[in-house]
């Protein structure tokens, strides 16, 4: 099956300081990713779809500068928490859609972002 | 998409046991997916049942839909510790809204 590979799986940061968290399509293109986040036992919110070679489209309420987003290839989508604060403090989860026009979607293994 | 709601909110089993877990949806839909969440993990998708299919088998997991009720079930059966997980209902196409979520405990 396809794999996406997200990294890091957890990182530390200062307040102020940007974080970038990439996500991989392995074995596929994938054309659209989607970034998520997700709160401790509540599901997750979808972020923004990251389309290859175009701009993000954000999801009301998500503030694009805030959180930064380049799908510079059709392998890479990058999410850039840019001057985090403790309350951005969360589980971020991509996924890219499907080769073949399929209807599911492969998942990252999530990261796991603390800001201190 | 669509997003489905899950119920129970949380089932706490033992091991051999089956687990139900039922999904409602407000709209018409092609296709609707069971993902599974492991805790601190990403999903993996389950199962896909078309809109014109009423049940679905992979392994110990049976799924059906009933589209006059906008409702699926998913079934798991002779549970194991390692079912443990939040299981996800959804309707749609790649660009996936997610509900609360079924967080299963299955119990040695």
């Known amino acids: 099956g396809a794999v996406v590979s997200q990294h890091p799986s957890w990182v530390i940061c200062k307040s102020g300081t940007s974080v970038k968290i990439e996500c991989r399509s392995l074995?596929?293109?994938?054309?659209?990713m989607f970034w998520y986040r997700q709160f401790p036992k509540q599901s997750l919110m979808l972020m923004a779809t990251s389309n290859e070679g175009s701009k993000a489209t954000y999801e009301q309420g998500v503030e694009k500068d805030k959180f930064l987003i380049n799908h510079a290839s059709l392998t890479l989508s990058t999410l850039t928490v840019t001057s985090a604060h403790p309350e951005d403090s969360s589980f971020y989860i991509c996924s890219a859609s499907s080769p073949q026009g399929r209807a599911e979607a492969f998942f990252g293994q999530g990261t796991r972002l603390t800001v201190v | 998409s669509q997003q489905g709601e899950e119920d129970p909110q949380a089932l706490s089993i033992q091991e051999g046991e089956n687990a139900t877990m039922n999904c409602s949806y407000k709209t018409s839909i092609n296709n609707l997916q069971w993902y599974r969440q492991n805790s601190g993990r990403g999903l993996v998708h389950l199962i896909l049942?078309?809109?014109?299919?009423r049940e679905k088998h992979s392994g110990r997991l049976r799924v059906t839909l009933d589209t006059s009720k906008k409702s699926s079930s998913l079934l798991i059966t002779a549970s194991r510790a390692a079912d443990t997980a939040s299981y996800f209902c959804v309707g749609g196409f790649q660009k996936l809204v997610f509900g609360t979520g079924t967080r299963l405990l299955v119990s040695p």
């Open positions: 049942i078309r809109s014109n299919e």
């Open positions: 074995d596929f293109q994938a054309t659209t």
